[in-house]
């Protein structure tokens, strides 16, 4: 489903932060109908896609972007831009690496971990692996967190796990 949005902020006192788009009401009903979870990908300017949560705020429902999407799809706060979306069917609600997908599988008590999580912290891990460029260093990162998570009884604890990142990297050293 297509749509022209406009690029809006939320500014600096609201809770919600970074650039949206509202999504129109006629599109979030048909949306609804085909999507368990609100999770869809999201085409802008037919340039990037990428994947979002049609969160409600208010009275409206919209899509949380970020100044990476909005260079990459040659938008601006403000601006207009081409909106496409259809039902995210991935497994996660994200696409996952393959380095990632490949830990997961070769650790079995780590991946029936990862798989206890919430899909929102499972996204959050998994997004945390998508932003680094390099294969070695995502093949790194997802070991640690499933050895974070063996040695937490599956929970995550945020400033214990970039702590384990760090120290990960320290003995790695030569």
């Given at each position: ?113 990862f798989q206890k999580l919430t899909p929102g912290m499972q996204r959050s891990l998994i997004y945390m692996i998508n932003k680094i460029k390099t294969s070695q260093l995502r093949i790194e990162r997802s070991f ?31």
């Amino acid at each position: 489903m297509k749509f022209t949005g406009n690029i809006l902020t939320f500014g600096n006192n609201s809770l919600s932060h970074g650039p949206y788009i509202i999504i129109p009401d006629d599109i979030v009903q048909e949306m609804l109908k085909i999507t368990t979870d609100k999770r869809v990908k999201c085409t802008l300017n037919n340039t990037i896609t990428v994947s979002r949560a049609m969160t409600l705020k208010d009275n409206f429902y919209y899509l949380l972007l970020n100044k990476e999407v909005l260079k990459k799809s040659n938008s601006t706060i403000g601006g207009n831009v081409i909106v496409e979306l259809q039902p995210d069917t991935s497994k996660y609600g994200i696409d996952i690496t393959e380095e990632m997908e490949e830990v997961l599988f070769s650790d079995p008590e780590g991946d029936n971990l990862f798989q206890k999580l919430t899909p929102g912290m499972q996204r959050s891990l998994i997004y945390m692996i998508n932003k680094i460029k390099t294969s070695q260093l995502r093949i790194e990162r997802s070991f640690v967190i499933l050895e974070h998570l063996k040695k937490n009884k599956g929970k995550v604890n945020s400033e214990l796990l970039q702590q384990d990142f760090k120290d990960y990297r320290n003995r790695m050293k030569f």
